[in-house]
């Protein structure tokens, strides 16, 4: 049972790049998450999805952009990287009705 | 705006002492309010959480208690040990969001 799986673990960017960051679960939850986690600044919220279907904006989802492709799967993409994307993304999953969210291994960016 | 925050960025307790870590909150509207462990290099873990409705909650070595008067959310831990080293955050839920405060940092002194 692998949980929650993100690729890749590391990226370098250059300004202007655009890439996509893959999330997927295999624990059949309907919701999912994105987060972006920078030195005291704790987990913000970029976007999550209640269900297959839907997307909705989190605390800061300029310049990125996500897709819930199915159940599963989770992307989120940046269009046009900028340094002030240099993070450590992490994606979680959630089942309905709880709260213990299931977080992957995270995605350091560098943006240069 | 609606955010979790925290009060003490660090926080360092000898080993075998007792802990708390502060949070607080705004959005009184939450559902759930969760605690979260995140161990260097790897995501958040679940400890506990409280339903809006409840005043404290215990689990094993973790007791978490709520005061919605002064929208104050803390997390207990009993005879800290060296593995309770980590960032810790408190969280809320409310409609599918899951929104996350800043953190504190514990270090167990030997």
């Known amino acids: 049972n692998a949980g929650v799986t993100q690729t890749p673990k590391f990226q370098v960017l250059k300004t202007g790049q655009s890439m996509t960051l893959q999330c997927a679960q295999d624990?059949?939850?309907?919701?999912m998450y994105w987060y972006r986690q920078d030195p005291g600044m704790g987990l913000r919220l970029i976007y999550y999805s209640a269900s297959e279907g839907t997307t909705d904006k989190g605390e800061v989802p300029n310049g990125y952009n996500v897709s819930r492709l199915n159940k599963r799967e989770f992307s989120l993409r940046l269009e046009s990287a900028a340094p002030s994307q240099t993070s450590v993304y992490f994606c979680?999953?959630?089942?309905?009705?709880?709260?213990?969210?299931?977080f992957g291994q995270g995605t350091r960016l560098t943006v240069v | 705006g609606e955010s979790v925050g925290l009060h003490l960025p660090t926080l360092s307790v000898q080993e075998g002492d007792n802990s708390i870590i502060n949070c607080a909150y705004s959005n009184s509207a939450s559902d759930y309010f969760i605690w979260y462990k995140q161990e260097s290099g790897k995501g958040p873990q679940f400890i506990i959480d409280i339903r809006s409705n409840m005043d404290k909650r215990q689990g094993q070595r973790v007791t978490v208690l709520l005061n919605k008067t002064v929208k104050h959310l803390s997390l207990q831990i009993a005879a800290t040990q060296p593995g309770d080293s980590a960032v810790y955050f408190c969280a809320e839920t409310g409609d599918y969001k899951l929104s996350f405060g800043a953190g504190t940092t514990v270090t167990v002194r030997a």
């Open positions: 624990m059949n939850h309907n919701s």
């Open positions: 979680a999953s959630m089942d309905r009705g709880n709260t213990e969210a299931f």
